[in-house]
């Protein structure tokens, strides 16, 4: 069982807003601390037996990897591609909301994969589940929930199936508890050097965890049979 | 593996739109045919082994059983209750839309399953797909993406897996194909008695089917582990 | 120039949850403060000038007006018709919210509406506001948006002009602003006598406000040429 | 009182899909015959008095104006920029939807204009209805109804007021008719050239000219106090 995060882009330079780089990237046993030193402490080995995951970043298709606009190491990590999803049995995938819009970086990925429907149906099956991100300035307020069903509907487009976040008492503390994925809500703040700076709160990471893992079960119980 | 399919009401009287009577039933064993002779022909077994199908109704909390409002045959189907959302490995449940929103029926119902979220969260994992129709008078026009993504609204509250219609060609027929569950278009015609009559067209029942049948797949693969 | 407030239901007992008790009545010349006295204060001019503002209540289709589940003074206030709205140049309507969709009372009352469109689209230009709340025992986590959206399905339905939250920084401090209608977030606290207690915060307050004033503005400039 | 029709490109090559071409400018006094000749036939006069209409084109932010893939006179629409939505009264706007999502082309086009929420509220009061078109290869199925929703998500986080197509009977007969705005159904065909082609039906080209006076309408009762 294979499953990817993959994160639009995993860590914005300070101009373009931070907050990707707190994204829930919700069990790891990969993942390039150096890069993503600033997310929450992440269990060395997922509880979901036999899955491994993997985090790509989505690459800007207008900006690129246009130097001094990423945080340090956040270029290390590989680029998501067609082919990365064809080999996922689930995508967890997300990034920065745009006024109620998924940002138009992802929906260019989304673009890249339209040949997947329209030739054999390659994504049909897979488990797809999705995060966000909204408010503070340039982002609107609210929003996220139409953001995170259009990533539901990509899905079904694929004939994927769509994993939420299962109903938890941390729900009742996360600002924006909705059982579509993690939404890391709130205000940025700035760091000694101007940058802004967001990260997921308590209940945040309790419900990126508890996606993370409801969406590992449904995928394990679809894809891994005896093998 | 237990497959419900619940329809708000499933025939209503000419006043109130006929639709209910037609919509799709994806696949069934044990339906009751005299109840719904008006259906198109169902496969006597489903193609999806194992799978036992029983078709309820919901009871309009509202009117009940007002005689003369439903027809002929209709009151025979089994009354939904939570029970019987409980019991079942998938529930594919639908009726006719309102201008955008689930009929208040069918809401009702669902408020009636509120204690199953609050209460150990007892229908995590079930499958839930959805149908609904739209067009004509009273009905307004469109709105029914929005009244299948409510249902997956519903389902994901509650931790179940929504499954949508998966890609196929006949999509490029159905005027309201989407990926989200079977809608029911078009205007309704008149039969000899006055009532209002609605069917799917060829290319919506091959959807419905291909629904069930897919929502049978992923709850067999879900729920069927050897025995 | 002639604004309704509708509220589903304007207090609900403790069973039922209170949080109608405090929605938002966004300005007011006219309330009946014996039975909205735990409202927060509103000013008995409205700042719109010409603004008359009546607060409504929709009556439970299924309950009825059962005795013992309403607060005290709760079913002095009027009751909400097709005539009403039709006499009206706005109308700001809300009720909570029910896992992703309007409570089945308000669906109920916008069935009742249904004539206007196929017979003269006589609400057309009428300006249409929404509010709502979610959260806490029942309701589900979220789906404030896709419920204000879903009232904004009706008013487009019936060519009305939905007019939402303009901008502004008290959105910054409102766990669930959004432009499309006030929503009241969090948790109800429990009174002495064992009732669920809901406010709206000081940020809900502001924003209700300006949304009121922002819809009378609108209905104006819209309505009231020169008389 | 300006009126700007702002198309995703207003005319796209074969293999990125035509039906930019025929997107429903509503009406128009100055359009560019050359470039939209293959456009129903237009009004010369706008029905509404002082409607000033321009219509505009997005500019593709990753591949800009790459020669051979835009049908000939497409080019010669001027380009969409933040101070010509700031200059107008009224925008409608529009283009292909993407599997639910609008382009990302417009997505980036909205990003340019962000700084106008957080910057004064620039955008507040000016009026905003929506187009798009769905289906066919690489486009999904459905889905419109989300990105036209996602358009007046747009509005309302501007403080505009968002004007859909009102109820008439043309909706009776266009495919995909909604009270959000007009969208462009079925399947392309094939010219001559191996050009994919797709027009608006009778239908809704109706209502393509039933939303643009409607929007003509309630933008002059906001903007021509008088003047």
Redesign the interface.
Known sequence: MCVRCVRDPPGLAPDRGCEGYHLPLMFDRKINTQTDSQLPPFPTHTQVEGAEVTVYRIRD??LGDAPGTFDEGVLDAPIATPEVIMQSDCVIIGGPG???????EV??F??SL??F??NG?LL?GKVGSAFTSVGG??R????H??IL??F???F????M???????SSA??DA??????GVCM?G?PSMDKAGSRLRSLSESEVKLAYSQGE?ASI?TK??HD?GD
């Open positions: 298709p207008v745009r006024q109620g819009r998924m940002s138009a929906s260019y989304f673009d339209t040949e429907q329209t149906c049909k300035v340039g609107g307020y609210g929003g929930e139409a069903q259009s539901h509907g990509f079904l487009q694929h004939g199936i769509p994993v939420g976040v299962p109903p729900m009742e600002h924006m508890a909705n059982p579509f809500a205000k409801w449904i119980q679809l049979d």
